[in-house]
């Protein structure tokens, strides 16, 4: 940890912006467009690979994540990253280790409602990679909505020397997500899961039109149901910033869900008055 200290202290000693971006490996295009939006930031790329074991609860796929260093190393390297951190969890989480972060209010609901120690989980592992590192921006996928947004409440609240920024989420042709998680889908949930996408991009235009969020959300979400999802965990309109409900889109916002194809879970979220239609899955 000295030694990646001292490499981006001289990095920033001679000027070079130094950007982070924290993962849990195993990646794909969606990854790969991140660290390359960051490039476009910052003079020097540091990627993280780490599986990070506070994040996930007792019943989640810990074990079973894809885990894919060295092609990952490959992958990173092909596109000129700088500089790849892969700690081991006895270095991440040393004996003793007990100091915890909560980040209540955003952190709640949406996929914290049915993940209730997943945010802190994340909060602290990227406080930790944050300190380790000491970059001028650390990037994160909209994709993952919820977190990019308790993760810009905690470097604001802690004051850390960094700029937290969100990238557009990267899909598939169809529209999916791309996502570690879609090699649990099964060849037939495949072709269901672009539906979600498709969805979102209706709910959008109708609110665009002026229309009131909770019937359509509903209405959605029946519909998703009969098509196939066996779970909605959640589909809302939420404010872009801070993550308010809203029942129109009267500022900028997104359309966040969670929803289920037998035991493959997709995530979604659409739409700022501004923005195009987003969708993302996990
Ligand atoms: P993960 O390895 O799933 O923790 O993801 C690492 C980072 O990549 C997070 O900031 C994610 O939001 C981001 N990410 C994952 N998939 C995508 C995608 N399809 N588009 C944009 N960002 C993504």
Not at 142 to 159: G, I, P, T
Not at 199 to 226: F, I, R, T, Y
Request: net charge negative; charged share 20%.
């Amino acid at each position: 940890m000295l030694a990646l200290r001292q490499k981006v202290r001289q990095w920033r000693a001679v000027g070079e912006r130094v950007a982070l971006v924290p993962t849990m490996g195993a990646l794909h295009e969606g990854h790969l467009a991140l660290v390359k939006g960051a490039a476009q930031q910052a003079d020097r790329i540091v990627v993280s690979i780490f599986v990070n074991p506070s994040q996930f609860g007792p019943q989640e796929d810990f074990a079973a994540y894809p885990r894919r260093e060295q092609e990952d190393a490959e992958k990173l390297m092909a596109i000129g990253t700088d500089l790849l951190y892969a700690p081991s969890v006895t270095v991440m989480y040393p004996q003793g280790d007990v100091t915890q972060i909560t980040v209540p209010n955003v952190s709640e609901g949406l996929c914290g409602a049915a993940r209730p120690t997943h945010f802190a989980g994340v909060a602290r592992i990227v406080t930790k990679l944050l300190l380790q590192v000491l970059p001028d921006i650390a990037v994160f996928g909209e994709k993952d909505y919820q977190q990019l947004q308790v993760l810009k409440r905690l470097a604001e609240d802690l004051f850390l020397p960094v700029e937290i920024q969100g990238f557009p989420t990267q899909r598939a042709e169809d529209g999916l997500a791309l996502s570690s998680r879609n090699a649990y889908l099964t060849e037939e949930e495949r072709k269901i899961a672009p539906l979600l996408y498709e969805s979102l991009q209706n709910l959008a235009g109708a609110l665009h039109q002026g229309a009131e969020a909770e019937p359509l959300l509903n209405a959605a979400k029946e519909s998703l149901c009969a098509a196939g999802f066996t779970k909605i965990d959640y589909l809302e309109l939420r404010a872009a910033e801070g993550l308010a409900p809203l029942n129109h889109l009267s500022e900028p916002a997104r359309l966040l869900t969670q929803s289920t194809i037998r035991c493959s879970h997709l995530v979604a979220m659409s739409c700022g008055k501004h923005d195009p239609l987003e969708l993302c899955a996990i």
